[in-house]
């Protein structure tokens, strides 16, 4: 079984603060991770995800996430924050290989407010 | 290429009723996936679908069934419904490990 844990439910920075999520895992096999956004009455859009190779992975609008096997994170950075970034974000994992990849667990989101 | 399609994006039910919401995956994704999301449980999957078979299956009663047609168009229905239903339903379609989802449909029910 697999379970991610998003360590805060609410984060609020300033314009140009640092941002940081939180995001734990668990998992018996190889997980492929991912980071979602969404948008007020929107679906979701893939910032970045993690499969394999390099484990700081680099995604769209400035973002980007590290891969720790030996501390069970992927936790999202931005050096400097946006008006525009203020949204719900996911983390979420599946399993590596197999028949899998169309089942994601995610996390129970993380709301992101940014201060002017 | 045109993303995902999910109709309708709004549905007012009552409860005991059934609903079947559409969703089309992009031009030559196989693969389909369901979730719930709801303010109390979050975002949880349902099921998905890839060539026509049902692959993984979620932890929801047996009122939720889905089916998926040749040309990977998939539907989900939902019998009997309770107001807990009352949801955000998101579709993804994926090729290899990389699910894009749609807009989803909000089922409100009353």
């Known amino acids: 079984a697999q379970s991610v844990t998003q360590l805060g439910s609410h984060v609020s920075v300033s314009e140009g603060a640092l941002v940081l999520l939180r995001c734990n895992y668990s998992?018996?096999?190889?997980?492929?991770l991912f980071w979602y956004v969404q948008y007020p009455n929107q679906g979701l859009q893939l910032l970045l995800k993690y499969t394999t190779g390099a484990t700081l992975v680099k995604g769209i609008n400035g973002f980007e996430a590290e891969f720790k096997k030996s501390e069970t994170s992927f936790h999202l950075t931005k050096p400097s924050a946006h008006m525009s970034d203020a949204a719900e974000y996911f983390c979420a994992v599946s399993n590596a290989g197999g028949t899998s990849y169309g089942k994601l667990t995610f996390g129970q989101g993380t709301i992101l407010t940014v201060h002017p | 290429k045109a993303g995902v399609t999910q109709t309708p994006r709004y549905l007012i039910k009552t409860r005991g009723q059934q609903v079947t919401l559409s969703c089309s995956p992009i031009s030559g994704h196989r693969s389909v996936s369901w979730y719930q999301q709801t303010p109390g449980q979050g975002l949880q999957f349902l099921f998905e679908y890839f060539s026509e078979t049902q692959r993984n299956k979620g932890n929801f009663p047996g009122r939720f069934s889905g089916r998926q047609f040749s040309n990977s168009r998939s539907e989900m229905n939902v019998s009997t419904l309770e107001l807990g239903d009352s949801a955000l339903y998101l579709c993804?379609?994926?090729?290899?490990?990389?699910?894009?989802f749609g807009p989803g449909t909000r089922l409100t029910v009353l």
């Open positions: 993804a379609s994926s090729f290899g490990n990389e699910q894009f």
């Open positions: 998992s018996s096999v190889p997980p492929y």
